[in-house]
T-cell receptor
Framework: NAGVTQTPKFQVLKTGQSMTLQCAQDMNHNSMYWYRQDPGMGLRLIYYSASEGTTDKGEVPNGYNVSRLNKREFSLRLESAAPSQTSVYFC??????????FGPGTRLLVL | AQSVSQHNHHVILSEAASLELGCNYSYGGTVNLFWYVQYPGQHLQLLLKYFSGDPLVKGIKGFEAEFIKSKFSFNLRKPSVQWSDTAEYFCAVKPNQAGTALIFGKGTTLSVSS
């Protein structure tokens, strides 16, 4: 039982490049989330998927897209990376109103 | 819009000192409340949570928190901190309705000197 896994762990991009962050959970959770963490800002919700087949915008969705590929997987895509997207990205999952479990994070640096 | 406020950005304590971190939220309905901890270089881990019942909840590593509904507060306490408690602490709130997500405070950095 690996919990929530994320790939890659670290990525460097040039401005304008695209990439997809992958997230998978093996806990049979129905809801999945993407957050970004920046110093002094806490965690801010980018997108979430309350259940398979649905996605909703969070607090800071601009510049991102998501895909809930199946119940296990929820990917985050940056179509044209910008330096303002330099951050640590965390994926999380939960069942109903229960505790959210977080992945180890992806550190992204956009030059 | 819902929000979570953590009163202290950075707290510095000596070992054995007592800790209290403030957290207030704005939401009129029923909520579930959480405190998460992030040790340096690690991901978030749950310290404790409150869903209902006794408003004083105990978590891991000697932490506890008290939910005061009238004050919309969920403060975190520990009677005697250790050097290993150095970390960032996040208060989070989840409205108790389907299709909602956790709302986090900006976090409090705790530095404990030995």
């Amino acid at each position: 039982n690996a919990g929530v896994t994320q790939t890659p762990k670290f990525q460097v991009l040039k401005t304008g490049q695209s990439m997809t962050l992958q997230c998978a959970q093996d806990m049979n959770h129905n809801s999945m989330y993407w957050y970004r963490q920046d110093p002094g800002m806490g965690l801010r919700l980018i997108y979430y998927s309350a259940s398979e087949g649905t996605t909703d915008k969070g607090e800071v969705p601009n510049g991102y897209n998501v895909s809930r590929l199946n119940k296990r997987e929820f990917s985050l895509r940056l179509e044209s990376a910008a330096p303002s997207q330099t951050s640590v990205y965390f994926c999380a999952s939960t069942w109903g109103q229960e505790t959210q479990y977080f992945g180890p994070g992806t550190r992204l640096l956009v030059l | 819009a819902q929000s979570v406020s953590q009163h202290n950005h950075h707290v510095i304590l000596s070992e054995a000192a007592s800790l209290e971190l403030g957290c207030n939220y704005s939401y009129g309905g029923t909520v579930n409340l959480f405190w998460y901890v992030q040790y340096p270089g690690q991901h978030l881990q749950l310290l404790l949570k409150y869903f209902s019942g006794d408003p004083l909840v105990k978590g891991i590593k000697g932490f506890e928190a008290e939910f005061i509904k009238s004050k919309f507060s969920f403060n975190l306490r520990k009677p005697s901190v250790q050097w290993s408690d150095t970390a960032e602490y996040f208060c989070a709130v989840k409205p108790n309705q389907a299709g909602t997500a956790l709302i986090f405070g900006k976090g409090t950095t705790l530095s404990v000197s030995s």
